[in-house]
């Protein structure tokens, strides 16, 4: 199959669909987990967002030339388990309480998942 035909692109294109189905589970079940143990979807926000990062550097460091596994991987799976809508909601609650946390926590997401990804980048 060529590269550039229209085959490959609908391929790539169920891969992604594939890879964002299990992120986007696997980004569900953090936010349970977290609400049952630490009662607040917050903790499985970050968590999933950190992850999200690491794998998105793993998978551009294996395949980011735009392999099959980069599409299911770091586009799908990684994409569909980060989630900006979350963590922008939740930090609009923290500043709403006035929490010290509503400037601390996305400064914590983005330092530690530019840490998680710039593990696997080299």
Known sequence: ????????AVFHLLLVA???AIGGMARYWFGEISGRVACSALPGTF???VVACGVAGLAWSLWGDGTLAWA????????ALSTWSTLAREIGELS?????WAVGYPVLTIVTGSAAAGLFLG
Do not use: L, Q
């Open 72 to 79: 299911a991987v770091g586009a799908g799976f990684a994409g």
């Open 18 to 20: 594939a890879g964002a």
């Open 47 to 49: 968590f999933a967002n």
């Open 96 to 100: 709403r309480t006035r929490s010290w």
């Open 1 to 8: 199959m060529p590269t550039d035909s229209p085959a490959t």
